[in-house]
């Protein structure tokens, strides 16, 4: 699969990353939720960690895969995409590789940490297809919908080289 843009280097994400915080915002209709009695826990039951920054991931594009009513989706599952993964979503009607500016969406490559939806995920893991997890940085709420064991089965630390996740 070619690439639009040129892959960016895969950091290590340590397990052990601090918690990220909200905004009020982004200026693409995105609000954050004000639950300050209540923080997001990660399926570990610790700390919801920051997924990504590079590009910008979440449903409030703060970085984690925080949830909340208006997040229909459910946002919640801290995934390392891979070329098998892209190419399965866009073959069920989910092009996570185009670029959509207006929705501050910079179009996904391999080895981009992403929020997807737990459904999404499910059905690319019933299709063969699943993405590597974060569980540090996968929100509890995913449980909801998707089986920690499944989540399990594919959980990692992002890898030095990226090379695995582009064939």
Request: net charge negative; charged share 15%.
């Amino acid at each position: 699969m070619a690439s639009h843009r040129p892959a960016r280097p895969v950091a290590r994400l340590s397990l052990a990353a601090r918690p990220a915080a909200r905004g009020s915002g982004d200026g693409y209709g995105h609000r954050a939720r004000h639950t300050a009695a209540v923080a997001d826990l990660n399926v570990l039951g610790g700390p919801l960690a920051a997924c990504g920054t590079d590009p910008i991931t979440g449903f409030f594009r703060d970085g984690c895969c925080h949830t909340g009513p208006e997040d229909a989706g459910s946002h919640t599952i801290c995934a390392v995409v891979t070329a098998e993964f892209l190419e399965h979503q866009q073959g069920i009607g989910n092009d996570l590789i185009t670029p959509m500016p207006e929705f501050q969406f910079p179009g996904l490559v391999p080895g981009d940490r992403w929020c997807v939806t737990a459904v999404n995920w499910l059905r690319a893991h019933v299709d063969g297809a699943a993405p590597y997890v974060v569980l540090a940085s996968t929100n509890q709420r995913a449980l909801e919908i998707v089986p920690l064991e499944a989540l399990h089965e594919h959980a990692v630390d992002v890898p030095p080289d990226p090379g695995p996740l582009q064939a």
